[in-house]
């Protein structure tokens, strides 16, 4: 999701590109968004989200989070591997979740992709490749500045396509990229940006230490 719109917190204004005052859309850009996630399992589970926001708000999303954990075994890849279409005859009732056939069997099918992907190298490694095992930290100062694609997210989607994944395009690989902190795309005058900009260098180390790792085991 690029942020379209200015967030309100206790009488505050925080000048970012988002305007709600929504407490969980709040809630969600203050203590979530672009908040650096190296996590496989939970990389995993935040792009099959962002692809079912396609066509939809992420707000839709965000507010059915609980039920697609529930639905889709916490997205634990190698339980949601063992889902039938009886499983999927029976999520397209729950009307907890988008009830998209398409989008529904998408999420089965990105985890056997990711099963694919954790047979060569670990998925969060996998992910991060895109950005060179970096953040990308952008200067955006009105949400005009703040891009919806980039050649890394052009890239990601090329090769998760490739994989098996599906509603992964450009633009859904670009969100993702924004909220799991490989894009610093909040605005140079919210708080956030500056805040995540400071952990950088951590996130950089942790990263390289586990790309260190891999190669030698």
Same mark, same amino acid.
């Given at each position: 999701?690029? !942020?379209?719109?200015?967030?309100?917190?206790?009488?505050?204004?925080?000048?970012?590109?988002?305007?709600?005052?929504?407490?969980? @859309?709040?809630?969600?850009?203050?203590?979530?968004?672009?908040? !650096?996630?190296?996590?496989?399992?939970?990389?995993?589970?935040?792009?099959?989200? =962002?692809?079912?926001?396609?066509?939809?708000?992420?707000?839709?999303?965000?507010?059915?989070?609980?039920?697609?954990?529930?639905? /889709?075994?916490?997205?634990?890849?190698?339980?949601?591997?063992?889902?039938?279409?009886?499983?999927?005859?029976?999520?397209?009732?729950?009307?907890?979740?988008?009830?998209?056939?398409?989008?529904?069997?998408?999420?089965?099918?990105?985890?056997?992709? /990711?099963?694919?992907?954790?047979?060569?190298?670990? /998925?969060?490694? @996998?992910?991060?490749?895109?950005?060179? @095992?970096?953040?990308?930290?952008?200067?955006?100062?009105?949400?005009?500045?703040?891009?919806?694609?980039?050649?890394?997210? =052009?890239?990601?989607?090329?090769?998760?396509?490739?994989?098996?994944?599906?509603?992964?395009?450009?633009?859904?690989?670009?969100?993702?990229?924004?909220?799991?902190?490989?894009?610093? =795309?909040?605005?140079?005058?919210?708080?956030?940006?500056?805040?995540?900009?400071?952990?950088?260098?951590?996130?950089?180390?942790?990263?390289?230490?586990?790309?260190?790792?891999?190669?030698?085991?």
């Amino acid at each position: 999701m690029s !942020p379209i719109l200015t967030t309100h917190t206790a009488g505050a204004t925080t000048t970012c590109a988002w305007e709600t005052s929504d407490p969980q @859309y709040v809630a969600y850009h203050n203590d979530q968004w672009g908040r !650096p996630v190296l996590d496989s399992q939970e990389l995993f589970a935040k792009l099959c989200l =962002d692809g079912q926001q396609a066509g939809l708000s992420w707000l839709t999303i965000l507010r059915k989070q609980k039920n697609y954990e529930k639905a /889709f075994h916490q997205f634990n890849p190698q339980e949601i591997v063992k889902m039938t279409e009886d499983d999927v005859m029976s999520l397209m009732q729950d009307k907890g979740i988008v009830r998209n056939k398409l989008k529904i069997k998408s999420v089965i099918k990105n985890a056997h992709a /990711f099963q694919h992907i954790e047979q060569i190298m670990p /998925f969060n490694l @996998y992910l991060w490749q895109f950005t060179q @095992y970096r953040i990308i930290q952008n200067n955006c100062k009105t949400k005009s500045d703040v891009a919806t694609t980039s050649p890394a997210s =052009d890239a990601m989607a090329k090769a998760l396509k490739k994989v098996g994944f599906s509603f992964v395009g450009s633009t859904i690989c670009y969100a993702f990229m924004q909220a799991v902190g490989m894009v610093n =795309d909040h605005l140079v005058g919210c708080p956030c940006h500056s805040a995540l900009k400071t952990q950088q260098a951590a996130v950089e180390e942790r990263l390289l230490a586990l790309k260190r790792s891999t190669t030698v085991a």
